[in-house]
């Protein structure tokens, strides 16, 4: 699995600049998935695919994200939400074949979409502005969807929407829509300071007809597994890359000031790059140790919510950190766009928007310790 993410993390990061400078979609890397099969990561064994548990993909994802952070997230969403989708009791169960079939024999990208202009973030409730309405023909979805994220690459979108099972009474549900069908339009206006690569447009169905068993069973909260954190993952790849180019940019690095010395002996820099080390160790250390504790013991899982949580908030800020760290070691040469650091700098930031967001986190956690 390892071997498969380093030789598609090789592919993004040869095109990442290209990607990021123009937000366009980097097609190289998902041809390179669909060729060497790494899209199945998460679909069962049963249907084609390798089975990872969260700790496998965790570590596929942190491999994926220091090629290129913005294909690490679309590709981050696809394996949860593919792992969400093969786990489930409660979809279609033709569908659900066919639908994980196609992931691993045609290399189908999948993602939700969920988020809208007007709502804010899912995982905080609130009704969907979209609506699906049954006919005799399908369910006719129409609205408009925000932060869709790999729009451009999608072969299937599960789209959230307001339906009214009894008048009156709008509930939530998801639709397993194609991405081809008449009526879906991408609206291609991210452009975002992180993950401008990430294809992350705006989705508008117009009167979108999709068939009748199409319907899945509705998004939750969080269920407080690693799977619900895959993003941790993203972020400490990302940290990783900056903390690797300031290290070689600190052991290359000889100003005539020092005479032929590098600047990686001096003590001001040795002090960032030993942070930068505590900073990465805590936060590899909290997240993977806390994941194999839930994989390894069943019995303790209900209660690890709060751990895990934190072991997210850990891996986030500490990613920052360490890309902050990173151009402090580098200086000004770091905010120049022919490097990467200031790409690397702009996308770990992206991280404080992922769930559980850091004052949801704080709260679960603190509820947690005292007892409430």
């Known amino acids: 699995m390892m071997a498969m993410a380093e030789e598609v ?29 790494l899209l199945g990561l998460t679909v069962p064994e049963e249907f084609g695919g390798m089975g990872a548990t969260p700790l496998e993909t965790m570590l596929a994802i942190e491999c994926l994200a220091q090629g290129d952070g913005s294909v690490g997230l679309i590709t981050t969403m696809h394996f949860g939400h593919v792992a969400g989708a093969a786990i489930s009791t409660s979809w279609p169960t033709k ?12 290399g189908a990208l999948y993602n939700t979409a969920a988020s809208e202009p007007g ?35 999608l072969r299937w979108a599960g789209v959230g929407c307001s339906v009214e099972d009894e008048p009156g009474k709008p509930v939530r549900a998801n639709f397993l829509v194609p991405m081809d069908s008449p009526g ?60 690797n180019w300031a290290i070689a940019f600190a052991q290359n690095r000889r100003p005539t000031a020092l005479e032929g010395r590098a600047i990686a002996e001096l003590e001001g820099v040795q002090a960032r790059i030993a942070q930068m080390e505590i900073l990465l160790l805590a936060a590899r250390s909290a997240l993977y140790g806390s994941v194999a504790e839930w994989e390894n013991y069943p019995d303790q899982r209900d209660g690890l919510a709060a751990q895990l ?64």
Do not use: C
């Open 9 to 37: 993390a090789l592919v993004a990061h040869e095109f990442a600049a290209k990607h990021d400078a123009a937000a366009s979609f980097p097609d190289e890397a998902f041809a390179a998935m669909r060729a060497n099969g």
């Open 95 to 106: 569908l659900q074949a066919q639908f994980l079939r196609e992931v691993v024999n045609d």
């Open 119 to 153: 709502m804010g973030s899912p995982s905080r409730g609130g009704a969907y502005a979209t609506t699906a309405v049954k006919q005799d023909d399908g369910w006719h979805i129409t609205g408009r969807k925000s932060w869709s994220t790999g729009s451009p690459g």
């Open 184 to 243: 879906i339009r991408i609206e291609e206006n991210w452009d975002n300071l992180a993950m401008r690569a990430s294809g992350s447009h705006d989705l508008v169905l117009d009167d979108v007809v999709v068939p009748l068993d199409h319907r899945l069973p509705a998004a939750g909260k969080p269920d407080g597994s690693p799977w619900s954190i895959l993003t941790s993952a993203l972020y400490l790849g990302i940290g990783i890359a900056a903390r």
């Open 309 to 372: 949580a934190a072991a997210k908030v850990l891996a986030t800020n500490n990613a920052i950190e360490i890309t902050d760290l990173a151009m402090r070691v580098v200086g000004s040469v770091g905010m120049q766009k022919s490097h990467p650091l200031e790409r690397y700098f702009r996308d770990a930031r992206a991280g404080l928007g992922n769930p559980p967001i850091d004052d949801v986190a704080m709260g679960l956690i603190a509820r947690s310790t005292l007892g409430l």
